[in-house]
């Protein structure tokens, strides 16, 4: 167990319509640190507003994670994405804008925050998470391989809200099924997936 109280104290929850702001005020964070890192061509500060998440909880799920009563992170959980992905079945759930709270948020939260939502796409029955990473960004295509992810394709010219088209990196990560070893336990989690898939939402502690 990790000794900073900040990763042991976090707990996951759906967005809802009071957290709007604090979305945009996430994601614009997000984007200066990127480009104080010298990160460039991936976020830009005021790229996306309220009405973003909005239509995002509107048909798939906006998760946050708090720890000692802050915010610590969050991400969109999408049940199909064919801007990047193209027509697929329906056997994955797909992980965006994974956004941490430098300010507050532990050392290794933004590995937490992945792994809940892939605990939260097992709940569902769903067998892998997908993801795109922009092709130009070397750190963080490792930092999703180091995760788990492989490189299964190449996405050029997808659209982006706000912003040009650009490049992207697909990746893909199978998940175990519920009840094998080094579940952790997403079998232990009710199946009740996001619209259109029937049942309320859980919160749980990671």
């Not at 507003?49 to 799920?61: K, L, N, S, Y």
């Not at 802050?70 to 797909?94: F, K, M, T």
């Not at 130009?136 to 040009?164: F, S, W």
């Amino acid at each position: 167990m990790c000794e900073d109280p900040r990763v042991n104290d976090l707990r996951v929850r759906p967005a809802a319509e009071a957290d709007l702001a604090t979305l945009v005020r996430l994601r614009d964070a997000a984007a200066r640190w990127m480009l104080a890192h010298g990160i460039t061509g991936q976020w830009r500060p005021g790229e996306l507003d309220e009405g973003h998440f909005r239509r995002v909880m509107a048909h798939g799920e906006v998760w946050l994670a708090e720890a000692g009563g802050h915010i610590a992170g969050a991400w969109e959980l999408w049940w199909e994405d064919e801007a990047a992905w193209g027509p697929q079945p329906p056997v994955a759930g797909y992980v965006h804008r994974l956004m941490v709270d430098r300010s507050t948020a532990a050392p290794g939260t933004g590995r937490l925050l992945l792994r809940a939502a892939e605990r939260r796409v097992a709940a569902v029955g769903r067998t892998a998470v997908r993801l795109d990473c922009l092709a130009g960004n070397a750190q963080l295509n490792a930092y999703y391989r180091k995760a788990g992810y492989r490189v299964v394709g190449l996405k050029e010219g997808k659209p982006q809200p706000g912003a040009a088209p650009k490049s992207f990196t697909l990746l893909e990560k199978e998940l175990r099924h519920p009840g094998e070893r080094g579940d952790r336990g997403a079998s232990e989690l009710p199946s009740p997936p996001g619209r259109g898939t029937g049942g309320p939402r859980p919160d749980w502690a990671l």
